[in-house]
């Protein structure tokens, strides 16, 4: 049994601050060379297919929620 539902925007926003933290990582470590200006643009589209992820998964709750009450009161 899950002990929360599955939130995939989160889980998308979670991956890209991850992706992030270890291109600056890699920078600070002396891995490689990365500009300053890198992890806006991977920051803000990240950030906008969390949003759309979030907003199809509501959007899909909430039909499943709708047909099953349907179904019960018929």
Do not use: K, N
Request: some cysteine.
């Amino acid at each position: 049994m899950l002990r929360h539902e599955f939130q995939p925007g989160r889980l998308v926003a979670g991956a890209v601050v991850t992706a992030a933290g270890v291109l600056y990582a890699g920078d600070a470590g002396g891995a490689w060379e990365t500009p300053w200006f890198a992890a806006f643009p991977m920051m803000v589209g990240g950030l906008c297919l969390a949003a759309v992820a979030g907003i199809l998964s509501r959007g899909i709750r909430r039909r499943g929620a709708r047909r099953e009450a349907a179904r019960g009161e018929g």
